[in-house]
């Protein structure tokens, strides 16, 4: 099972939500949508489900025309992230729901329902109503119904966002096994550039209706086409600022300068956008070629083993993520010092040159 | 440290009173009309549960409560289901759903000797509009004066088109308190049309509807005024519902004793089909 978007596009009251978008999405893998709240991961998803009417271009299932297919008939599974389950039925009955709706003979339902309730630990919980759970009982109910269906397609859509950290983690290790070789395709939409890393598979980075990359998720990290792409897929957000070329030397617009190495030593002259993910810029120098940049503190964060800091320079906001903790005082003047053979290097449209 | 503070009673003391006032007092009352019997002047003759026996014996206290139960059954039959049918089809969102609100309202905010007294004039053979329509263009023999099965349906279709819409509204706002959530979970599952409503709007709208069913239960039951002003309980006894046959008893022969039992066996019989529907419909939300 694949699923083929053609120029698939979505107008709602003459607002486009989504533009003209194509993606091949296949089995065996992830898909993971990533984008900011408002990016068009939901209305992508309700579009591929036939919630939402499509306003022009085709969604292919294994090469079958689905456009202009209900709901219904396009046999698929969606996990919100609220935890939608029915209230007046059982966890039994909820995760027996679309099998029942299908027609399914009363063992195979057992069978099937019982099956996916082991496999979400939901085995003792079957004869409960879904409020007498916990959030994470009640989001591994809709799983199991999604699981239980065994449909072509699954949407999850933020499934973990509502659910305490701990949760979160162990569900999310669980989640590729869940769906692993059952030939559904499995579409996941997540806000959080982390989370895409820990799932892999293939990522689509979306952005204002766009989707502005798709590829292996890893590979996208490494080499974000545009900057917005490189904004989509950092957390902390990405650290950018203005740059000349002139010969080797590349000069900030804050005024600091190093010598350009590697690709971006082979850029014609002219001005840049460099950024660099906050994990390259650190408090002390790792190595003689780092680069010298001085910001005044004025946030820091100590989360877990790791303390991060933001800084101005010049016009910039920056952040600094190290490991260990540093004994940042906001308002001083510190001195980070930035690994530039790890930087990116965007042209003036936007698109990454080096 | 508990603190015992006697000046409580003050605050519940008001409801009491007004409890006693509206509820208890009347009910001794008549609980003291039905085991006696008097000619005026004050004078009374202890009678025990003979008015009872006599009432409970009576075929036309057997007519009369048949009748009542024949309509009840027949406009609960037909308002329920059409009530839902008119919520379903009701918009959900949009400048047509204040619209569609006040008109439903509309019927019911019209006093009830009004009501009897439009649809008298309404269904009157000649003069009516409807019962002009139905004898002089369509041919139908209809006269709710002359005819029982005339005047039946003029008090179905009169209580029909004054009380759907309070099964409409309950409903109603049972149906917009449903997230559209479960609308999409349930056409990811595939579900119908009919399934939707089976599995989802009904299990939501089962507490409006109980109480929608249970008010219009005890209302059609004790029903008195339209039918009164349309019909006055005919042609002949017809559409002599209980109420009717209550105050003809005691106002018209001024039975006292006999309508005092009758109007206890009629509240006994509205609180025990009120108790054991109510029972009956919350028994499974109680576990």
């Given at each position: 099972m694949t699923i083929e978007l053609k120029d698939a596009s979505k107008v709602v009251r003459g607002v486009t939500h989504i533009k003209p978008t194509s993606l091949v999405m296949r089995p065996g893998h992830f898909n993971v949508l990533l984008g900011q709240t408002g990016a068009g991961k939901t209305s992508l998803i309700?579009?591929?489900?036939?919630?939402?009417?499509?306003?022009?271009?085709?969604?292919?299932?294994?090469?079958?025309?689905?456009?202009?297919?209900?709901?219904?008939?396009?046999?698929?599974?969606?996990?919100?992230?609220?935890?939608?389950?029915?209230?007046?039925?059982?966890?039994?009955?909820?995760?027996?729901?679309?099998?029942?709706?299908?027609?399914?003979?009363?063992?195979?339902?057992?069978?099937?329902?019982?099956?996916?309730a082991d496999i979400l630990q939901l085995g003792p919980m079957l004869k409960r109503r879904p409020q007498e759970l916990s959030g994470g009982q009640q989001q591994r109910c809709a799983l199991a119904r999604a699981i239980a269906k065994e449909s072509r397609a699954v949407f999850l859509d933020e499934p973990l966002a509502n659910l305490d950290y701990k949760l979160r983690e162990e569900l999310r290790e669980q989640l590729p096994e869940l769906f692993a070789g059952r030939g559904a395709v499995v579409v996941y939409a997540t806000s959080e550039p982390e989370e895409a890393l820990l799932l892999g598979g293939e990522t689509a980075l979306m952005d204002d209706g766009v989707v502005t990359q798709f590829g292996p998720t890893a590979e996208i990290y490494r080499h974000p086409a545009t900057l917005t792409a490189a904004r989509v897929f950092s957390d902390p957000p990405i650290n950018s600022a203005g740059m000349t070329k002139s010969g080797s030397e590349a000069r900030l617009d804050t005024g600091v300068r190093w010598t350009l190495e590697g690709p971006a030593a082979d850029l014609p002259d002219g001005p840049y956008t460099v950024a660099i993910r906050p994990h390259h810029v650190m408090p002390l120098a790792m190595t003689s070629n780092d680069v010298a940049i001085d910001g005044t503190v004025q946030v820091t964060e100590l989360s877990g083993s790791e303390s991060s800091a933001h800084f101005q320079m010049g016009d910039h906001g920056w952040v600094s993520l190290a490991h260990?903790?540093?004994?940042?005082?906001?308002?001083?003047?510190?001195?980070?010092?930035?690994?530039?053979?790890?930087?990116?290097?965007?042209?003036?449209?936007?698109?990454l040159v080096a | 440290m508990k603190t015992e503070n006697q000046r409580a009673w003050f605050f519940v003391l008001p409801v009491l009173l007004l409890v006693a006032f509206n509820a208890l007092v009347p009910i001794m009352t008549v609980v003291n009309y039905s085991v006696q019997e008097t000619f005026g002047n004050n004078v009374f003759f202890w009678q025990g549960l003979d008015w009872f026996e006599q009432i409970l014996r009576s075929d036309r206290f057997h007519?009369?409560?048949?009748?009542?139960?024949?309509?009840?059954?027949?406009?609960?039959?037909?308002?329920?289901?059409?009530?839902?049918?008119?919520?379903?089809?009701?918009?959900?969102?949009?400048?047509?759903?204040?619209?569609?609100?006040?008109?439903?309202?509309?019927?019911?905010?019209?006093?009830?000797?009004?009501?009897?007294?439009?649809?008298?004039?309404?269904?009157?053979?000649?003069?009516?509009?409807?019962?002009?329509?139905m004898n002089d263009v369509l041919g139908i023999n209809y006269d709710?004066?002359?005819?029982?099965?005339?005047?039946?349906?003029?008090?179905?279709?009169?209580?029909?088109?004054?009380?759907?819409?309070?099964?409409?509204?309950?409903?109603?706002?049972?149906?917009?308190?449903?997230?559209?959530?479960?609308?999409?979970?349930?056409?990811?599952?595939?579900?119908?049309?009919?399934?939707?409503?089976?599995?989802?709007?009904?299990?939501?709208?089962?507490?409006?509807?109980?109480?929608?069913?249970?008010?219009?239960?005890?209302?059609?039951?004790?029903?008195?005024?339209?039918?009164?002003?349309?019909?006055?309980?005919?042609?002949?006894?017809?559409?002599?519902?209980?109420?009717?046959?209550?105050?003809?008893?005691?106002?018209?022969?001024?039975?006292?004793?006999?309508?005092?039992?009758?109007?206890?066996?009629?509240?006994?019989?509205?609180?025990l089909v009120s108790w054991l529907f109510y029972t009956l419909m919350t028994k499974d939300d109680a576990k």
């Open positions: 309700k579009l591929m489900a036939g919630l939402d009417p499509i306003a022009s271009g085709q969604i292919l299932f294994d090469g079958e025309d689905v456009t202009k297919l209900t709901t219904q008939k396009r046999n698929i599974s969606l996990v919100h992230q609220f935890f939608v389950n029915y209230p007046h039925m059982t966890v039994f009955e909820n995760i027996a729901s679309p099998l029942r709706v299908a027609g399914m003979a009363k063992s195979e339902i057992e069978s099937r329902v019982q099956e996916a260990g903790v540093h004994p940042y005082k906001v308002g001083e003047t510190h001195r980070f010092y930035m690994d530039a053979s790890k930087a990116f290097y965007f042209g003036s449209d936007g698109r | 007519a009369a409560l048949g009748r009542q139960f024949l309509f009840t059954f027949l406009i609960l039959i037909i308002e329920v289901p059409l009530g839902i049918i008119v919520a379903l089809s009701m918009p959900r969102r949009g400048i047509w759903v204040p619209v569609c609100l006040v008109l439903m309202a509309l019927p019911m905010l019209i006093p009830w000797n009004v009501v009897g007294s439009m649809w008298n004039i309404f269904t009157l053979p000649k003069i009516g509009l409807l019962g002009y329509f709710m004066t002359q005819q029982p099965l005339s005047a039946w349906i003029t008090i179905i279709v009169m209580d029909v088109w004054h009380w759907t819409s309070l099964v409409v509204l309950l409903s109603y706002a049972g149906l917009v308190s449903i997230p559209d959530a479960y609308y999409q979970a349930a056409k990811i599952d595939g579900a119908s049309p009919w399934k939707v409503f089976r599995y989802i709007q009904l299990p939501k709208m089962k507490t409006v509807l109980t109480i929608a069913i249970l008010l219009r239960f005890m209302d059609s039951f004790n029903i008195y005024t339209e039918p009164f002003v349309l019909t006055g309980g005919g042609p002949g006894n017809s559409t002599t519902l209980l109420s009717i046959d209550l105050v003809k008893i005691a106002l018209g022969q001024f039975d006292l004793g006999p309508a005092a039992a009758m109007s206890l066996i009629y509240f006994a019989i509205t609180l």
